[in-house]
């Protein structure tokens, strides 16, 4: 049985009971970082993620929906980005979702904010950086998986992008209802 989700919007970010931030310098360019978030099945080195699936048809972007299966398998969110913004030329991107419907039950609101910048230059989030269990989950392995890609979506190599090294944000958040409650 689904369970709706509240909408959100972006000031919720800063408004969230409960915070997981990540601030990393990426050492691949920005351009290249965006496309692995923006691509068919991304995430896929995640291992707190079974399958992310974007559901809307590309280009992307806000009502873009997607599918994610959190590992092993047994809950699913339907997201809704309702902010993406892509600036190619100074290298600058974002974009945010919040989850529509949960396979299960617990929580009221749930979203996710990234921004991917060129290295060194300020984030449009605040606060000290910060990563929550998990999001410590989400390192990417030495290894990747086995499993292959099901795109033809052409993705750009880290050497044919250019050398300055990316900056990435992004904040996932989500608001539980109280333990009581007897509303979905």
């Excluded at 048809?57 to 873009?64: F, H, I, N, S």
């Excluded at 921004?115 to 606060?127: D, H, K, L, N, W």
């Excluded at 880290?158 to 009581?180: I, N, Q, W």
Aim: aromatic share 10%.
């Amino acid at each position: 049985m689904p369970f709706a989700l509240q909408p959100i919007t972006e000031s919720f970010f800063g408004e969230a009971p409960m915070r997981y931030t990540i601030d990393v310098e990426v050492p691949a360019a920005p351009d290249y970082v965006w496309s692995e978030f923006t691509r068919q099945d991304t995430l896929d080195w995640c291992l707190a993620l079974k399958q992310v699936t974007y559901t809307s048809p590309a280009p992307y972007g806000p009502k873009t929906t997607r599918t994610a299966v959190l590992a092993p398998g047994l809950v699913t969110i339907n997201e809704q980005f309702f902010l993406w913004e892509e600036d190619a030329q100074a290298h600058r991107y974002r974009h945010a979702f919040y989850g529509k419907v949960c396979s299960v039950p617990g929580l009221k609101n749930f979203g996710e904010y990234t921004e991917v910048t060129p290295a060194g230059t300020a984030a449009a989030s605040s606060g000290s950086s910060r990563c929550g269990p998990v999001a410590s989950r989400c390192r990417p392995s030495s290894r990747r998986r086995s499993r292959p890609r099901r795109s033809g979506r052409s993705r750009p190599t880290p050497s044919s992008t250019s050398a300055d090294p990316g900056r990435l944000v992004h904040v996932g958040m989500r608001k539980e209802l109280p333990a009581l409650s007897s509303s979905r």
